[in-house]
């Protein structure tokens, strides 16, 4: 279901008084609005095809309704996505959980909604139905090589339905691991899974980069095997110049400083990009910027700064992407908070008068480096983002026309109301 553009460009209209309002006052304020705007409407977010349905804990799971039953009515949900944000142009694949039967029509369809294939993603930490060997005790670390190469083979495949649709990456998330001490020899489970990426490294095509994922616990609660970036860039790095470490900003121990990490990532050269999303505790996959709004900005601090330090292209160089999911929010009301929080802040990283503050920094004027990056920080950029969404064809403000054309209720209609979105 798709909306017809009148009604996006009425919604625009009814609101587009107020709007340039606000906007001017901002250009009063800020020199280069205009450069601001352009680097935002470039600016894609990749949508993860498990976020599209109502997350659930492990406790239970209460659907809203309306969800897409296939992968053709997820694109279709993206597309909707994209057409009330233009920012939301690239899906990303979780396989088998959307193994796509038949190629061809779904890059057909992807081409008709104006959509890409972000990251393909593999998945090593459940059994499928006919699988011969289990993941029990992990994959491509597992003591038994047949059931590394089951693993590996795994890969391999996803790599090549990646081809199929012209995505560019492959996401290796690993739950590989142990529950408790002994369990592990950590140096041998580290090799046996540096041979076997090395494998699925080898299948990658020339034009392709692999995003080695971490994450600090769970489900294994002892170890993990790529449990850190250290460990994650050590794989990197040891594979070559295709692969690079993937930071999912929920996958650190509380309170670490994710700022840094991606600053020193992209020294080396070796940030492949996000997986974004929020928490309070662990890998909680709330709403990107619902908690730590002020973290989500010194995150684009880092990258605006880095990424000019090193001449990379912002919306072309990374990969961006949300990878959340919860249990009570509408999930497209949801990935449109995701979306324009990171807007927001990447806005926000684009204001900070860098000069300034790297002029503070070299005289250790700490109270005004602060107030360099809060001044940024609490400059309300809302009306950019929206002024770069409308002219990009998209509206002012998606949410309000989401719920006044009641898009979910539609939804619900066409599908049911027990229609149930499939794999996570
Ligand atoms: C693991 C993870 C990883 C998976 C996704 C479903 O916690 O973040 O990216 O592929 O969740
Ligand atoms: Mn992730
Ligand atoms: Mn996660």
Request: aromatic share 8%; glycine share 8%; charged share 20%.
């Amino acid at each position: 279901m798709l909306l017809n553009r009148s009604l996006i460009d009425q919604h625009n209209e009814s609101a587009l008084k107020t709007h340039q309002l606000k906007l001017a006052g901002l250009q009063n304020e800020l020199p280069h609005t205009e450069g601001i705007i352009s680097l935002l409407s470039a600016f894609q977010v990749a949508i993860p095809s498990w976020a599209l349905g109502t997350g659930g804990t492990r406790f239970g799971r209460f659907s809203g309704g309306g969800e897409p039953r296939n992968l053709e009515e997820k694109m279709e949900d993206v597309a909707l996505l994209h057409q009330l944000n233009r920012s939301s142009g690239a899906i990303s694949l979780h396989i088998p959980w959307d193994i796509p039967e038949n190629p061809k029509h779904i890059r057909a369809l992807a081409n008709q909604y104006d959509l890409r294939f972000d990251a393909v993603n593999s998945n090593t930490f459940q059994d499928q139905p006919g699988q011969n060997y289990s993941y029990k005790f992990g994959s491509l670390q597992h003591v038994d090589k047949t059931v590394r190469q089951q693993a590996i083979d795994h890969n391999i495949e996803v790599i090549k339905h990646g081809i199929e649709l012209g995505s560019e990456s492959l996401t290796v998330w690993l739950s590989d691991g142990s529950c408790f001490p002994g369990q592990l020899n950590f140096r041998k489970a580290f090799q046996r899974t540096l041979e076997s990426l090395q494998e699925i490294y080898g299948a990658l095509p020339d034009n392709w980069k692999m995003f080695v994922e971490y994450k600090a616990f769970e489900p294994n609660f002892y170890s993990m095997t790529v449990g850190d970036w250290g460990q994650s860039l050590l794989f990197a790095n040891k594979l070559g110049p295709k692969a690079f470490t993937l930071v999912d900003l929920g996958h650190h121990l509380p309170n670490a400083n994710i700022e840094q990490i991606v600053s020193l990532l992209l020294m080396e050269g070796k940030l492949a990009g996000f997986h974004f999303n929020d928490s309070k505790y662990g890998d909680d996959d709330l709403t990107v910027g619902s908690i730590n709004p002020y973290q989500l900005f010194l995150i684009f601090n880092e990258l605006v700064e880095g990424m000019n330090a090193r001449g990379m292209n912002h919306a072309k160089d990374l990969g961006w992407m949300i990878d959340a999911s919860h249990n009570v929010k509408d999930p497209l009301e949801d990935l449109l908070q995701s979306v324009e929080a990171i807007q927001l802040a990447y806005a926000q990283a684009l204001i900070v008068d860098t000069p300034a503050l790297q002029k503070a920094q070299e005289n250790n004027d700490v109270v005004r480096c602060q107030e360099i990056l809060q001044a940024a920080y609490r400059t309300d950029l809302r009306p950019l983002v929206a002024e770069a969404r409308m002219r990009a064809g998209g509206a002012l403000q998606p949410l309000q026309l989401f719920r006044e054309q009641e898009l979910r209720q539609q939804l619900i209609k066409a599908r049911g109301e027990k229609a149930i979105a499939t794999g996570l």
